[in-house]
T-cell receptor, first 110, second 115 residues
Framework: DAKTTQPPSMDCAEGRAANLPCNHS???????VYWYRQIHSQGPQYIIH???NNETNEMASLIITEDRKSSTLILPHATLRDTAVYYC???????????FGTGTRLQVTL | NAGVTQTPKFRVLKTGQSMTLLCAQD?????MYWYRQDPGMGLRLIHY???????AKGEVPDGYNVSRLKKQNFLLGLESAAPSQTSVYFC??????????????FGQGTRLTVV
């Protein structure tokens, strides 16, 4: 599975959009980009995933560049409850062996 | 619908003791996983299973054994606990989908301390 690079931390004002970047320059053609988040010490929670097209669901949007070497997770209107560690994961999907790095710690402030 | 349930939630062991962590899922998922998370770090895969009766090693399998005798259960065993195994253990399950694997559902974790 390709390696990912994320900034260690980011801040965002409540109500504003949070844009979390992820670099995955060695991604291969059959690998998907997944995003999970972990609030406090709870189990990680799935957010969204995609292959090459942009994706949107009720939680977030995922923008994948045309060359697929990077992506951005967008939380359109961040709230205090979105404060968490966000993990970007690239995997081929077989048995979904999710490899978690250290992620980005997003702090949403008033 | 309970999702993924881990038992126990907390445990303190003495060095050399053994124990089994139980993971149960009620979503009929094919795949199940055990991860550990140490302070300030991401989750690391210990073992996983792609179906009943199958298991495979993950990134950090040493010191652990697993069994998947029933589709809904995935057991993680520590035969002789060591302080280095002090960690938070997470179980997860998922199933293969047409667009990559579906989302993995995680349990709430088991906090294990080995003294």
């Amino acid at each position: 599975d390709a390696k990912t690079t994320q900034p260690p931390s980011m801040d965002c004002a409540e109500g504003r959009a949070a844009n979390l970047p992820c670099n995955h320059s060695t991604i291969s053609g059959n690998e998907y980009v997944y995003w999970y988040r972990q609030i406090h010490s709870q189990g990680p929670q799935y957010i969204i995933h995609g292959l090459k097209n942009n994706e949107t669901n009720e939680m977030a949007s995922l923008i994948i560049t045309e060359d697929r070497k990077s992506s951005t997770l967008i939380l359109p209107h961040a709230t205090l409850r979105d404060t968490a560690v966000y993990y970007c994961i690239v995997t081929s999907g077989t048995a979904s062996k999710l490899t978690f790095g250290t992620g980005t710690r997003l702090q949403v402030t008033l | 619908n309970a999702g993924v349930t881990q038992t126990p939630k907390f445990r303190v062991l003495k060095t050399g003791q053994s124990m089994t962590l139980l993971c149960a899922q009620d979503m009929n998922h094919e795949y199940m996983y055990w991860y550990r998370q140490d302070p300030g770090m991401g989750l690391r895969l210990i073992h996983y299973s792609v179906g009943e009766g199958t298991t495979a090693k993950g990134e950090v399998p040493d010191g652990y054994n697993v069994s998947r005798l029933k589709k809904q259960n995935f057991l993680l065993g520590l035969e002789s606990a060591a302080p280095s195994q002090t960690s938070v253990y997470f179980c997860a399950s998922s199933y293969p989908g047409r667009r990559g694997n579906t989302e993995a559902f995680f349990g709430q974790g088991t906090r294990l301390t080995v003294v």
